[in-house]
Structures are given as structure tokens and as C-alpha cells.
């Protein structure tokens, strides 16, 4: 019963997200690493799935995070879960949505992550054999979950702590992504747990924040965390018995363990490897025009989005031989022939799915385009 709850929630939500971590150890952040001389991409792309579970955190904690995303042009219930964003893409997408939003609210949003969206990494760990085993997957192949900074294992005298060094403390917005990861990576431990039949241990759970001035934000923290909590530490830690790390996970099976482990490993290298050669500014001007259904923002939206005067964002791309106009038009041709030859919709569903108003006009279009009706392409 177990493996096939598993299943439906993989095949509902199967879209992934960093990059691949050494056990107990921590790379140099790789969040906003890029290669200056070249403006190219020097580091992987991310599921979606981060943010929209931001979006979302955000909505039940009563922010009004609609209205800050119609201001870039984004319709929350438009994102295509599919997606992927390169970091710095999105990180200018948070720091519209979360100006203002104090860190602290992180606790709740955090909370509002689900385990629904780790697709194949879900699998993965709850078919590993011990907690130690599934504890340094999800460090392995932290590169498809929520997380923007750095996990590790951490085992000494008796004791084992899962670690996590957030990519910046230092601005309101680092704190607020931070709050939410460390509250998020929390519930995730919980679900998880649950979900295998096990019972969560004590849990010592060490801060990187201070302590909260207000008595009420404190006790919240405690109600969520546990009375065994620390603040002011040097990162983030969930600390447990070195026992708890031999225990057999009820729901371990090693064949579907290797089946869930390669699709995990090729998802990282698709991430990895997809549009690599693109200039940095094309590139995320296609990401950012790519990440909804039906919806595309406008050249004014988009360059607010990315934190650039819309003249400057115009001058650029002429500068690089393209234009805002271009990387729509070619980003739409392509879905457009996508949505075709994966013929499961009629040629109104895919006009919709566009952007159209009407199936005429997008007929119009693609003729321009390629000389023939969608019809008679799809024959």
C-alpha cells in the first residue's frame, strides 16, 4: 500500500529541481556563479518547483503575492510545473515577491512544502535501506529539491546532525528563502517519516538566526521545532542519535531503489546540460517568457523581472543581434511545433495554451512561419 501511495504522488507531480554535494562536506555555493568574461551560465537550472512552492507558502500566510507577480507579468496558476529557471532567474523573481515580508514568516511558509513535487527522489529515499543510506541520498541529489544552499552529514561521538548552510543571511530576502528552507527541509524530515511507518526521533534542531524578540514569534518557533532549540548557530542543524541512522526503512526494496536512482541521475544531468550555450541575458529572458502556460509578460514586465531599466534590456539584446520580439516569437514557434507533434491536443487547445485570443489567429501565424497550416503539419 505504501509503494503505491508513493507512485500516485510521483506521477502527479513528477518535476524536479542545485548540485551534487559530497557527504559531509560543502562545495563553495555555486547559486550565483557565472562566467563574467563570457556572460554564459556556468552552473545548472532548477526545477520550478522551489518557487511555486514560495508562491504558495506565501498565499496561506496572507501575503499578497498575486499582486507583486502581476506587476512581472506572471500568473501564479499559469506556471507550468514543468519548467526549469536558472537560480539567479529566480532569485530576482523572489526578491519582488518577498520585498518587505519580514524573515520570520518564513517559519509558516516553509511549512506549506510537500513532498508531492520530489517526483523520483521521493521514491529514492523511501526505498533505501537504513535512515543513514537515505540521509546521504538526499544530500547526493539535493540538486532536486527546494533547497538553494548546501547540505551535509555531520557524525561525531555518538551523535549525527543533517546540516544545511543557507547561500545568504545576510539581506532580509537571504533570511526570508532561508527561514522557509530550514522550516521546509523540517517538514519535509516529518513527512517523510510518517510516510514510512516510522516514528520521528528527538530531534535537536541548532538555528542560524537570532533568537526572536517577540515572545509570541518564539513560542511559535518552539510549537513548530520543538523544545530542544537553539538559535544564534553557525548553521543549520537537525541533530539526532548516531543509533537512529542504523534503523531499517520499513518500505526499503533495492530494484526500485535502482530504477528511481538513474532517473534521479538523469534529471541532474539534463539540468545540467540544457541550454548551456546561450548568452546569459538571452537565456533568461527565453527562461522567464517559458515558465507559464498561456501567458507571456511583456518586454516592461520582463525587465522588471530581471531588475532592468526597459531601455537597457532593449539596447542589450540589439547589442547581442536579437531582440525581446525574436526570443518570443522563436520560444512560441517551438512549443507551438512541440504541442503539435505530441498530438494529444486540437489546434484550439494549443492556441489557448499559447496565448491566443482565437485559433485564427495562431493559424495565421504558423503559416507565416512555416508555410503550412497546423493541420496540415500535424498530418
Request: hydrophobic content about 40%; some cysteine.
Amino acid at each position: 500500500m505504501f509503494l503505491s501511495l508513493a507512485i500516485f504522488l510521483y506521477m502527479k507531480h513528477d518535476f524536479c529541481d542545485i548540485k551534487i554535494d559530497i557527504f559531509g562536506n560543502f562545495q563553495k555555493s555555486h547559486f550565483a556563479v557565472k562566467n563574467g568574461d563570457q556572460g554564459r551560465y556556468a552552473i545548472m537550472k532548477r526545477s520550478i518547483l522551489g518557487l511555486m512552492y514560495l508562491i504558495q507558502g506565501m498565499r496561506n500566510a496572507g501575503i499578497d503575492v498575486d499582486t507583486r507577480l502581476k506587476q512581472i507579468g506572471i500568473q501564479a496558476d499559469a506556471l507550468d510545473p514543468s519548467s526549469i529557471i536558472h537560480p539567479s532567474l529566480e532569485w530576482d523573481i523572489q526578491k519582488v515577491i518577498g520585498e518587505g515580508v519580514k524573515p520570520e514568516r518564513g517559519l509558516f511558509i516553509g511549512q506549506h512544502y510537500a513532498l508531492a513535487g520530489y517526483g523520483p527522489m521521493l521514491m529514492l529515499l523511501v526505498t533505501c535501506e537504513t535512515v543513514k543510506k537515505a540521509l546521504h541520498c538526499g544530500i547526493q541529489y539535493q540538486s532536486l529539491t527546494h533547497l538553494f544552499g548546501q547540505l551535509g552529514l555531520r557524525e561525531s561521538k555518538g551523535q549525527a546532525a543533517l546540516i544545511y548552510r543557507p547561500v545568504d543571511l545576510s539581506t532580509e530576502m537571504g533570511l526570508l528563502r532561508a527561514q522557509c528552507e530550514i522550516s521546509g527541509t523540517f517538514k519535509f524530515i516529518q513527512d517523510i517519516y510518517k510516510m514510512v511507518g516510522l516514528s520521528l526521533p528527538d530531534i535537536r534542531v541548532e538555528l542560524p538566526f537570532p533568537s526572536p524578540d517577540s515572545i509570541e514569534v518564539y513560542q511559535q518557533f518552539q510549537d513548530y521545532y520543538g523544545a530542544d532549540l537553539h538559535f544564534n548557530c553557525e548553521q543549520a542543524a537537525f541533530c539526532l542519535d548516531q543509533d537512529v541512522l542504523d534503523i531499517k526503512i520499513p518500505s526499503a526494496d533495492a530494484m526500485t531503489f535502482r530504477v528511481y536512482e538513474a532517473k534521479c541521475i538523469a534529471e541532474i544531468e539534463r539540468l545540467n546540460h540544457e541550454e548551456l550555450e546561450k548568452h546569459s541575458l538571452i537565456q533568461r529572458v527565453h527562461d522567464y517568457l517559458e515558465l507559464q502556460h498561456g501567458v507571456m509578460p511583456t518586454m516592461a514586465e520582463t525587465a522588471l523581472a530581471l531588475n532592468l531599466p526597459e531601455r537597457t534590456l532593449r539596447h542589450q539584446l540589439q547589442q547581442l543581434n536579437t531582440s525581446y520580439k525574436r526570443i518570443r516569437e522563436q520560444l512560441i514557434k517551438h512549443k507551438a511545433l512541440s504541442l503539435i507533434e505530441y498530438k494529444e491536443y486540437s489546434i484550439e487547445v494549443i492556441a489557448e495554451l499559447l496565448g491566443y485570443s482565437e485559433p485564427a489567429a495562431f493559424n495565421h501565424a504558423f503559416k507565416r512561419w512555416f508555410g503550412r497550416s497546423p493541420r496540415q503539419y500535424g498530418r
